[in-house]
């Protein structure tokens, strides 16, 4: 097996019909994996799959049953879990509601945190001192620092989710199971879809990049990759800003 390769591998990605979720599982699909990806809408998570060669799961991961859903759906050893899902939300500081922060925290939060918990018995079957299972958790730059916009929830709930990483990559690393975190800048989205739609905009937060540009797919499955293969497999407890020099 050469440096980089995860050729063989089962990969769960979550969030996976579109975006960052689907770049991520493209490049896996592309890079030899067996791919699954999971979302809400049926109809989209199914088309995705098709599109990209891999396996639908539709699945609500802020409900106990989806978890569950999800999990039952995959066969096997999990060699690396991608918890991706996530959502934003973005209002006035006077006007944010209480219940915006609820939401976040259950899809972005403990979403990840209780997917992880369910998936780790498949995840120890495929972990190994050499070849470590993976986890990887989609955080964001404005977990690292702080966003022009008033997402107040979103950033709060992203910096969790890279404490969380640490948390659990202290804990698992005795059973050979890395956890590492992206954390991605400007990329095609739908959370970024209202600014880079608009050529005007896209071109001022192009220009806001150190290295000039937005995101591309490659630029995000690459990282997933490199921390999936035998390349990154000593790595454990890292955010890795994937942004162009943003958070520099």
């Not at 999990?71 to 500081?93: F, I, K, Y």
């Not at 050979?176 to 880079?196: Q, R, W």
């Not at 050529?199 to 591309?216: M, Q, Y």
Request: one cysteine or more.
């Amino acid at each position: 097996m050469t440096l980089f390769s995860v050729e063989g591998k089962t990969v769960v990605v979550t969030g996976g019909s579109r975006g960052i979720g689907r770049m991520i599982a493209a490049g896996f699909v592309e890079a030899g994996a067996t791919v699954y990806i999971s979302a809400r809408k049926t109809a989209e998570v199914e088309k995705t799959a098709a599109e990209l060669g891999c396996f639908a799961v539709p699945a609500d991961l802020s409900t106990p049953e989806g978890l569950e859903r999800l999990v039952s759906a995959v066969d096997g050893p999990v060699h690396v879990l991608v918890n991706n899902a996530g959502a934003t939300w973005g209002a006035p500081l006077e006007e944010y509601p209480e219940h915006a922060f609820d939401k976040l925290w259950n899809i972005n939060v403990k979403g990840v945190f209780y997917l992880t918990q369910r998936f780790l018995p498949r995840l120890r079957e495929a972990a190994g001192a050499d070849d470590p299972a993976r986890v990887i958790n989609v955080g964001s730059i404005d977990g690292i620092k702080v966003p022009a916009l008033e997402s107040f929830a979103y950033s709060s709930t992203k910096s969790a989710v890279h404490m969380l990483t640490r948390h659990l990559a202290k804990r698992l690393a005795k059973e050979h199971i890395t956890v590492n975190a992206i954390a991605p800048g400007p990329f095609d989205s739908k959370m970024m879809a209202f600014a880079l739609d608009d050529p005007g905009t896209r071109e001022v937060i192009a220009g806001n990049v150190p290295l000039g540009r937005i995101g591309r797919p490659d630029d995000m499955a690459g990282a997933a990759i490199f921390l999936s293969s035998r390349a990154g497999a000593y790595l454990t407890g890292t955010v890795i800003p994937v942004d162009g020099g943003i958070s520099c």
